[in-house]
């Protein structure tokens, strides 16, 4: 098993229900599965060009949770300091994305779907899109922090 050493990440694995050649299921739960309470619901598909690069971006507030329910697809993250690449193709085990991740999504089988939980609805302003602006923002939020701010 994959271990995740990068900031404000984790594994999450929900429970599979098999039901032989009829299928299986799969659960998430607010808490229960996913540390926190699910706002959004979101997918990616339709992933004509395989070499796309999704995300490249970082979230101030923002925590998510993202399983490849079909196909597979690779999270790159970075937390300013440490860099890992995490392969996802099996659709119980995600990926928990908290705050002030640097993310990217890539390597995209042609069938990937990819699904994403989100902590709230879309807000644009809680993107940071710029590398060095986010190097930015998580010194000066670790100096807060130091500081004893929040
Ligand atoms: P973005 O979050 O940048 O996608 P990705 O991280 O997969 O590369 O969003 C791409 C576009 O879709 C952007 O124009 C904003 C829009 N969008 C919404 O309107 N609502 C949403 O919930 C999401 C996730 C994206």
């Known amino acids: 098993m994959i271990e995740i050493i990068v900031k404000n990440s984790k594994l999450i694995t ?31 598909y339709n992933l004509l060009n ?3 690069i999704r995300g ?3 979230h101030k507030k923002l925590e998510q949770a993202l399983f490849c329910i079909n196909g597979s697809c690779e999270i790159g993250l970075d937390d300013g300091t440490l860099h890992q690449d995490i392969t996802l193709d ?20 042609d069938n990937c779907i990819l699904l994403v939980l989100a902590s709230d609805v879309y807000k644009k302003d809680d ?11 998580i010194d000066l939020r670790r100096r807060r922090r130091l500081r004893g701010g929040n």
Request: proline letters at 4%; charged letters at 25%.
């Open 14 to 44: 929900l429970p599979r229900i098999d039901d032989g050649i009829d299928g299986s299921i799969s659960v998430a739960e607010n808490f229960k599965h996913i540390p926190f309470a699910v706002k959004r619901v979101y997918y990616i």
């Open 50 to 52: 395989q070499k796309a």
């Open 56 to 58: 490249k971006h970082a």
């Open 90 to 109: 099996t659709p119980n085990t995600g990926i928990y994305l908290g705050v002030e991740l640097w993310h990217t999504m890539k390597n995209f089988s």
């Open 127 to 137: 993107y940071i899109r710029d590398y060095d602006e986010f190097k930015k923002y």
